[in-house]
């Protein structure tokens, strides 16, 4: 929450920091492991700060993020014979991806 709120960053670029972090320490995660903490923020965020015009934008920009790394994690799920993983994620945004390919 404090790199979304306190320093201006965007949770698209704190997803793929996430991602390639996990990624090169924990490969076979699932995917959706790069979604819960966006979700958790969007929540806490909410609650806690409520309606805010700064804090309806860093939920909004987290839930939009989790949403579309979920929505990776199905297509990419829909190729594979097997659950996608981080290591799966990362190598799909470096390839294909024009959201998180930054």
Request: net charge negative.
């Amino acid at each position: 929450m404090q790199r979304l709120l306190v320093e201006g960053g965007t949770a698209r670029g704190l997803a793929v920091e996430i991602a390639t972090r996990l990624a090169a320490e924990r490969p076979d995660l699932p995917a959706l492991a790069v979604a819960l903490p966006f979700s958790l923020a969007a929540g806490g965020i909410e609650d806690m700060l409520g309606g805010g015009q700064q804090a309806c934008a860093a939920a909004f920009d987290a839930w939009r993020v989790a949403a579309l790394i979920g929505g990776d994690t199905l297509a990419l799920q829909a190729g594979l014979a097997r659950a996608p993983t981080v290591a799966d994620l990362c190598a799909h945004w470096a390839d294909n991806d024009t959201v998180f390919n930054a």
